[in-house]
């Protein structure tokens, strides 16, 4: 059974920081990618930030410069460090697992709220 566990949303004010956690297991395929996304209410899912198998990142141009990528394979963990917060990074987080070449996997999402 396939499991994607996030944690470490929540509230914060404009300028601060949190690390969102995405432990994934039961995949049994090999992971080509794994990534972060939100929605915010009334807006489509977007990408915000994805790693490769071969480590290269890939960023949103919103969040460039102020959120990072990184994993630990030995942890089946995925994290996204964010800084600088802004009211537009309100959203739920989903962390999404691609594997098998084609088969996506998601998250239940985490709710990152920014206040001003």
């Known amino acids: 059974q396939v499991q994607l566990v996030e944690s470490g949303g929540g509230l914060v004010q404009a300028g601060g920081s949190l690390r969102l956690s995405c432990a994934y297991s039961?995949?049994?395929?090999?992971?080509?990618?794994m990534g972060w996304y939100r929605q915010a209410p009334g807006k489509q899912r977007e990408l915000v930030a994805d790693i490769t198998s071969g480590g290269s990142t890939n960023y949103a141009d919103s969040v460039k410069g102020r959120f990072t990528i990184s994993r630990d394979n030995v942890r089946n963990t995925v994290y996204l460090q964010m800084n600088s917060l802004k009211p537009e990074d309100t959203a739920v987080y989903y962390c999404?697992?691609?594997?098998?070449?084609?088969?996506?996997?998601w998250g239940q999402g985490t709710q990152v709220t920014v206040s001003s």
């Open positions: 039961g995949i049994i395929f090999s992971i080509n990618a």
């Open positions: 999404n697992v691609l594997a098998g070449g084609w088969r996506r996997y």
